[in-house]
């Protein structure tokens, strides 16, 4: 998946560690993901998901090893220097698992044109890409609402849909398809999956296996802030040992009266 001779991955991460006072989240994880590639990261909670999102999107600062953007160093120096900042928050578009930290307007509404306003878009073209963005997440009847008094899931629609409404080159999504009802998560899914081919760069922390051949080309499996194993979804879906050490499988399911790792085309994962 390699875009030329010599051109830099979107983003690299060598040997990242990152710990909460005292709590290991990231453990000398390595991983590159190359423009037009759609990444899963998938492991069971806590693995580390969240705050490799977290360290790519530059809002938490490896303690030791690089991460770095088109070759360039991501570090909190770096981001103070504007030339790299407005870029590199404009490129880069970040959904996170908990859409309270994303929310902040008034209005429904003004969160999905915060962005395009933020950018001096010309006001007719804010309203008409606002208003396909919010039927586009199944919001507008929303549009008046204060964002922070929806359910969890209509926050998420909401959260979803600032982020979309700019059409970044880069995204970074941290479980974008949860807590939402099956109508809305078919959307979301069929949106990653029109994705594939590129230009976009996507990167999805998922729990959701049935969707992973849809929504990524190849994934990551995180386990304890490493990465277990690395491959395209139909590689990984099929190594029911690297899956059930990972805790993605529940493993009484997967009795079939033979030692052997079985591919499992009828997805039997439940809930993770
Ligand atoms: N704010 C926090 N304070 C302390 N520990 C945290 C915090 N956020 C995450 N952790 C810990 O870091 C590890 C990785 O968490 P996280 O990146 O959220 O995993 P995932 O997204 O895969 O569920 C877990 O052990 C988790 O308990
Ligand atoms: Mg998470």
């Known amino acids: 998946m390699s875009n030329g001779a010599g051109a830099p991955p979107v983003f690299e991460a060598r040997g990242v560690s990152y710990r909460y006072r005292g709590v290991a989240a990231l453990d000398g994880l390595s991983m590159r993901v ?121 926050k998420k629609r909401v959260a979803l849909a600032s982020v979309l409404v700019l059409d970044p080159e880069v995204l970074l999504l941290d479980e974008p398809t949860a807590a939402l009802d099956p109508g809305t998560q078919s959307e ?28 990524a080309d190849r994934c990551y499996v995180l386990e304890r802030g490493r990465i277990a194993g690395e491959g395209s979804p139909m590689t990984v879906l099929h190594d029911v040992g690297l899956l059930t050490e990972a805790g993605l499988l529940r493993p009484q399911h997967h009795k079939h009266g033979r030692d052997v790792a079985q591919p499992h085309p009828h997805a039997h994962w439940g809930e993770v």
Do not use: C, Y
């Not at 190359?34 to 999102?53: D, F, H, Y």
């Not at 999956?193 to 760069?201: D, E, V, Y």
């Open 34 to 154: 190359e423009r037009g590639e759609r990444v899963a990261l998938i492991g069971a909670n806590g693995s580390g998901k969240s705050t490799l999102i977290r360290v790519l999107a530059g809002l938490a600062f490896a303690e030791s090893g690089q991460v770095s953007f088109l070759g360039e160093a991501v570090t909190q120096e770096r981001l103070r220097d504007e030339s790299f900042f407005f870029p590199f928050r404009r490129r880069v578009g970040v959904l996170f698992q908990n859409p309270d930290v994303q929310l902040f307007n008034t209005s429904v509404f003004d969160e999905v044109a915060f962005g395009p306003l933020q950018l001096g878009w010309p006001r007719d073209e804010i309203r008409a890409v606002v208003e396909r963005t919010l039927d586009r997440m199944g919001i507008a009847h929303l549009r008046n609402r204060a964002p922070h008094r929806l359910s969890g899931g209509e």
């Open 188 to 215: 979301v899914v069929r949106l990653l999956a029109s994705w594939a081919n590129g230009p976009r760069t996507v990167i999805t922390a998922t729990h959701d296996l049935d969707t992973l051949e849809e929504i």
